[in-house]
């Protein structure tokens, strides 16, 4: 990192040129104001590279934004402080400042100087060797969106051969590099981005060992420095020529350009003055740090105060908590005895289907019999009663006999799971295959058992279901909705409903029980 660090500056300085710009032209377009004139004084300084004056005035203007809540100027004063700092080489404070700069504008919603901010944490984390960070904010840096312009697309590939200089990829930086040139140059961006570029491109040459060529690519820009008059740049090339010299072993031409940018060093930053407007700032910085913790400790207080009914609620609502859960584990016993009582009653109804099944054929039987031995032997009585009921218009009323023979055919029926399956099985069809009338089923349905002919049915197409989904051996594989759909259901919303009336709980709840009981039987 070491060796690197010295190659940093001159790109902070011009990212910081580009900042200053912007943010100078959005701070003159506002309101006249005290905060105002003092950071366009601060502007002039700047850009004569009077740093320690820049940023005293920078610190008052700041002050004097942040007490009428001018956020144009915050941020202009923000970025610019951040900008001496990276030209001070303290990439600490530069990325504190410019990321305090971006948290605003992306609040403001200001794109352009996400940009810029953006832009500047690039090289700020590379100055740091942070390459993970300069790639997050080189993300945000390229997502923002912004106009397509020269400009943009210099600082996208100033931004790319950074990254990869860092990284140690110095042939790609390169390529990035040179191309920014070229594009400075074919688009007439200006001195100092050409400056840039062939300085950055002197110094990925230097770190690829090549002393000589990068020499060469210093003395280009040095060349086109002289035309600019720009201190800063020409401090950052003597160091740059400094260094590749003493590469070299020209001792001579080394120790001119170390003493040259000593000189302009000292020109630039009056160390004295710097210091003190250091100490402006962060006294102004500890003000505001007392204001917020004064402004944290009534909040606090409120905090404290919120807190205790928080735990008071907190208690009441462990209490409650508690007896739900203990609601909910008496549920889950419940539920655990329902799951036991239907295997239990699914294995006792086999039995009763079976010996409903011998009944009624041996009713079916004796009944055959008696009708071979019986003979009408009175017609006229017979004529009579069927006068009788011509008359009366009414069906006759089923015996006792009857309803009991009646209502062991309809359970036989329903006992055929692949009858009721059938997403078309009627009343009428059940009547049909009984060998009766729907009044009858009916009657005898909700005489019987108190319920309608489509809620006793669910009970034989539910109690089918829980025995599919407690038999994993033969029915694992099949989805809720594949074990719905077999018998019947044309809908999850119906057959759950139909399930829950029943059972008191869901399918899927009904399977994860069952599964459990058969894992602790296993």
């Known amino acids: 990192m070491s060796r690197l660090k010295h190659f940093f500056s001159l790109h902070i300085s011009l990212l910081a040129l580009c900042l200053l710009c912007a ?41 004097k934004a942040q007490a009428s809540k001018d956020n144009a100027i915050i941020m202009a004063c923000i970025g610019n402080i951040g900008n001496i700092y990276g030209n001070l080489d303290d990439a600490n404070l530069a990325i504190y400042y410019y990321k305090k700069g971006l948290d605003i504008a992306q609040k403001e919603g200001n794109v352009g100087l996400q940009l810029k901010f953006a832009i500047n944490l690039v090289a700020t984390s590379c100055m740091q060797g942070d390459t993970r960070k300069a790639r997050q904010y080189f993300k945000i840096q390229m997502s923002l969106p912004y106009k397509s312009t020269p400009v943009t697309r210099y600082y996208a590939l100033c931004n790319q051969s950074l990254i990869a200089k860092t990284e140690g990829n110095y042939a790609p930086a ?46 280009v820009a040095y060349d ?19 260094v590749a010299m003493k590469h070299e072993g020209n001792a001579t031409k080394a120790e001119y350009y170390k003493n040259r940018y000593l000189a302009l060093n000292d020109s630039i930053f009056d160390r004295q003055r710097m ?16 204001a917020i913790i004064g402004r944290l400790t009534v909040h606090n207080r409120y905090l404290i105060v919120t807190s205790i009914i928080f735990l008071l ?19 889950l016993e419940s539920q655990q005895l329902l799951v036991a009582k239907n295997e ?12 409903r099944q011998r009944y009624i054929q041996a009713v079916d039987r004796q009944e055959e019999a008696k009708v071979d031995k019986e003979t009408i032997t009175d017609s006229e009585q017979e004529e009579k009663e069927s006068s009788a009921d011509d008359k009366d218009g009414k069906e006759p009323q089923l015996s006792d006999d009857q309803s009991i023979r009646l209502l062991e055919k309809i359970n036989s029926v329903l006992d055929d799971v692949s009858v009721i399956s059938r997403e078309d099985f009627s009343l009428s069809m059940l009547a049909q295959k009984v060998g009766s009338n729907t009044k009858y089923v009916s009657a005898v349905i909700n005489d019987t058992y108190g319920r309608n002919f489509k809620s006793y049915l669910n009970e034989f197409r539910i109690r089918e279901a829980c025995r599919r989904l407690s038999d994993t051996e033969h029915y694992g594989n099949l989805t809720i909705e594949a074990i719905y759909r ?8 119906g057959f759950i409903q139909a399930f829950r009336k029943i059972n008191g709980m869901t399918p899927s ?8 009981r058969e894992k602790e039987e296993g």
């Open 313 to 331: 609620l907190a208690a009441a609502i462990a209490l409650l908590y508690l007896k739900l859960r203990q609601r909910n584990r008496r549920l």
């Open 174 to 219: 390169l390529y990035y590099q040179r191309q920014a040139l070229e594009l400075a140059i074919e688009t007439h961006l200006g001195a100092a981005y050409q400056i840039t570029a062939q300085m950055e491109t002197g110094n990925i040459l230097y770190l690829q060992r090549k002393a000589k060529e990068a020499i060469e690519a210093y003395d």
């Open 23 to 63: 943010l100078q032209a959005t701070a003159i377009g506002e309101k006249p104001s005290s905060a105002v004139q003092m950071k366009v004084q601060a502007d002039k300084f700047y850009q004569a590279e009077q740093y320690s004056e820049a940023l005293e005035l920078y610190t008052h203007a700041l002050e």
């Open 224 to 242: 086109w420095i002289r035309k600019s008059g720009d201190k800063q740049m020409e401090a950052s090339v003597c160091r740059g020529l400094y």
């Open 344 to 355: 239990e009653l699914l294995r006792n109804g086999e039995e009763n289907r079976q010996l």
């Open 486 to 493: 077999e018998l019947g259901y044309k809908t999850a919303a």
């Open 275 to 290: 210091n003190a407007a250091k100490a402006k700032l962060f006294d102004y910085e500890n003000r505001q740090n007392n």
């Open 509 to 516: 709840q009904y399977q994860k029980l069952a599964r459990e």
